[in-house]
Structure formats: C-alpha cells, structure tokens
C-alpha cells in the first residue's frame, strides 16, 4: 500500500495543478438506464485500446460508441492489432468492439490551448454533439461546438444558428428535444435572432438556435482568480429538472453556491431547492471542487460527487458523494447520505438503480475518519468503486473490480449491457484495459 500511496499523492498533485491552470475534464456520466442487479466485476475482452491521454466523454448512439478526449493512439483489442493514429475522437462497435474505420473527423485546435474534446453527446438523425476548444473540423470552421455524422465523421452543416465568440464548452447533455451546452465561454450568440447566453445555453438541436425561453443566469464567481463557469450539467429522464454546478454562486440573482436545480417547465425557471453545504472552502486551489452529478433511473434522487483535497473533515462535502432528494424544495436541503474517501477525488457518478458508481482517484469509500489514510470502517475500493443507494455505504456491495489510479475516471455511461467506464489509465478489473472498457450486466 506504501507505493500506491506515493502514487496517489503524484497524481493529485498533478490534478490539482492542472485545475489551478484552467478548466479540468468535465466527465459525462448519465445513467438513464435501469439495471436489474450490480454489473460484473469482469470487464468484457473486446473493448479497444486507447493508448495514450485520456478519454473524457462518452456517448452513445444507436450500437456506435463515440469517445473523445485528449489521446492520439489506438488499437483494437486482437493481440497484435496494428496501432491507429487517430487523435482527440474515435468510434466503435458496441457488439464487436471494433474500431471504425470511416469516423475520422480531423480537428484543429485553438493554438496554445488544451487540444481536448471535452464533452461529447448523442444528437438526431444518427449523429453525435461534441464540445470543446477546436477551431475547425474537416477543414469546417465550427468552433467549440459541432454535429457530426456518426458514420462518416463529417461535419452536420444544418446545425449552424449559433457561434460561440471564445472559452470551452465542458458539458453537453441532449434530452427532451433540447441540447444543453455549459462550460466557460463568452456568449453563444443565434445568428439569425441574436439571442445569446453565457456559460450556459439550451439549443435546438437540429439547427443549434438558442432558447429564448430558457434564460437562466449564474453569476458572481466564488473568487476573484476565478473564471465564471457552468462546469457540469445533469437532466433527470423524465425532462423535469435539470442540474448545474460551477463556480457561480448565484442564479438569477439568488443564492446558490456552487450547485442549482432549474425546473424545467414550458418556461425554465430556478427551483426553490437550496443548499449552503456546498459553500464551505475545501483546498485553496479548487475554483470549484464540484465534479459530476447524475439522477437515479426514476428521477427520484441524484448523487453529487466532488474532489477537495485531504483534512477538511466531516463538516464540509469535500472529497465526497452525496445523495440529494428530488422532489424536496426549499432552502437548507440537506444529504441523505454522504459517503467519504478520507481525502481522495471523486470524479464520475452513474446511478442505475441497484448501485451508484463512482470513479476517481480515491483509495477507500465509507472513510468519514481517514485523512490521506484508511480510518476506522473504510474499505478499499481503488480508482472505481459501488455505493449502496439506500445505505450509503461501500460495504452493503462486495464489487470491488479495482483500477489503476491515475488522475482518476473521467467519463461512466450505462448501457442495457453493462458500463462503460473511460480514464486515464490501463487497469481495469484487474485486466489490461486502455484507458476505455465495460463491465457487463451479465
């Protein structure tokens, strides 16, 4: 435990540094889907390989799954499979794991910036939103956001209504007829009737015009270093509430540090739900240490996870999940549950009834005592881990499959298979896996 302990404390020294510099991956976790019982603890063998960087987001369209992020190499999984050169995006079957070979948007980068997908969701008519810092793709200005044929990799021309003037989209999220943008830009602007928002948008999803109806406003940044964000987003699946987290601290002029729900009737407007146990400091250097958060199958909860950094004891969320209830309103909401790692990132979250999944960079689950240490009734769960929805307790589920830590998991999407689950390392479930692999329901 002493090596993987010197390893951890590199990797979040890494990870911290990176989030001082700028905006870190905003991973897409969404788990519409409900399983029957906890996934295997044996990844299937036919997933490829992502050979360097990092995958960051993940959606899936009809049996194509798109992954982006920061990489340029990969492979099929076949012993002695020939190494692919393809950067930032790539496509595979979700039955054969096969790499294809016809999705290869090229994409150009904003010089002097992360050259990284950070965001990728499903869009209509058998093509994939993805966000970003790029410039261009295929040769196609489409700066920051872009639709694209899953099957050839071009560019989707009929989405042009909007243009995005600077900053990064970080979280894409399609649902109810709608596609919700957010990260940390300047304004998204409609061409045609110059609507425009900041940090946080809703889209038509065929031609990219801006909602006029949706007109929600964060604001007034937790610090002056800070760059005023929408970090994260999460819709329940019935359309009815929509998520936020970032470095805000107000939304439409009301308090809410760091996390709001928005109901999301004919006209969008702020919940009453409230809370200020989000408005403690965790370490100095985290903007925000929001990260993901997603709703269970049946809306009826969602579960919040965050990084923070070690000693901060149990009266703030730092380095923690939690579970929030639906369907409460009103100011001082408190958590149902809240499960601590003792000082390690939590990054993802996926919800799919029997159990919430969660990834990171973190050595135990139930470790309300630990600092940097296992304390009195932690369990090891290294780099991936399950919590008991109902408990809230590591312990009430024996899956413990293991990964190799790194930075952490960036990115889970349930399937009716099983889950997939990309990072930035190549351990997983005890087995080699390139950085992207899926633990299957049976």
């Known amino acids: 435990m002493s090596s993987l302990k010197g390893k951890i404390a590199a990797t979040a020294f890494t990870a911290l540094a990176v989030f001082a510099q700028g905006i870190a991956a905003a991973p897409a976790a969404r788990a519409d889907i409900q399983h029957s019982r906890v996934v295997s603890e044996n990844p299937v063998d036919n997933t490829p390989h992502v050979l360097d960087g990092t995958v960051r987001g993940i959606a899936v369209v009809g049996n194509k799954v798109i ?7 990969i492979q099929n999984a076949a012993t002695g499979s020939p190494v692919i050169e393809q950067n930032h995006l790539f496509a595979y079957d979700k039955t054969t794991g096969l790499i294809e070979q016809n999705f290869k948007p090229q994409i150009v980068f904003k010089p002097e910036t992360p050259p990284t997908i950070y965001a990728v969701a499903p869009g209509p008519d058998n093509t994939v939103f993805i966000g970003g810092r790029f410039e261009t793709i295929n ?101 009815t509430k929509l998520l936020i987290n970032g470095t805000f601290t107000k939304v439409n002029g009301e308090s809410r540090p760091q996390i709001a729900v928005i109901d999301l009737a004919s006209t969008p407007t702020l919940s009453s739900w409230a809370t200020d146990d989000y408005s403690g400091e965790c370490h100095p250097d985290y903007h925000t240490y929001m990260r993901d958060m997603d709703f269970s199958p049946d809306g009826s909860y969602f579960v919040v996870v965050t990084t923070g950094g070690p000693g901060y004891g149990i ?128």
């Open 67 to 73: 992954v982006g992020g920061d990489f340029s190499k």
């Open 139 to 239: 040769g196609t200005t489409t700066k920051r956001l872009a639709r694209l044929n899953v099957s050839t990799g071009a560019v989707d021309t009929r989405f042009n209504r909007s243009t995005i003037d600077f900053g990064v989209i970080t979280s894409l999220v399609s649902r109810g007829g709608f596609l919700y943008a957010s990260g940390e830009f300047g304004t998204i602007t409609d061409t045609v009737t110059n609507e425009h928002r900041s940090n946080l948008a809703r889209l038509d999803p065929n031609t990219g015009a801006v909602d006029p109806a949706f007109n929600i406003i964060a604001s007034d940044k937790r610090r002056q270093a800070a760059q005023l964000n929408v970090r994260n987003m999460a819709v329940d699946q019935a359309h």
């Open 315 to 442: 009266t703030r969320l730092c380095d923690t999940a939690a579970r929030w209830e639906t369907n409460r309103t009103g100011p001082r909401q408190s958590p149902t549950w809240v499960n601590y790692t003792g000082g390690d990132t939590l990054l993802s979250v996926a919800v799919t009834g029997p159990a919430v999944y969660v990834g990171g960079h973190h050595r135990w689950l139930d470790n309300p005592q630990g600092y940097n240490s296992a304390g009195p009734g932690a369990v090891e769960r290294p780099g991936i881990g399950a919590i008991h929805p109902e408990t809230g307790k590591a312990k009430d589920i024996a899956w413990n499959p293991t990964r190799s830590l790194g930075v952490g998991v960036e990115a889970f999407v349930a399937v009716p298979e099983g889950l997939i689950v990309g990072s930035d390392t190549d351990q997983l479930g005890r087995e080699y896996h390139g950085r992207i692999g899926m633990f299957p329901l049976n």
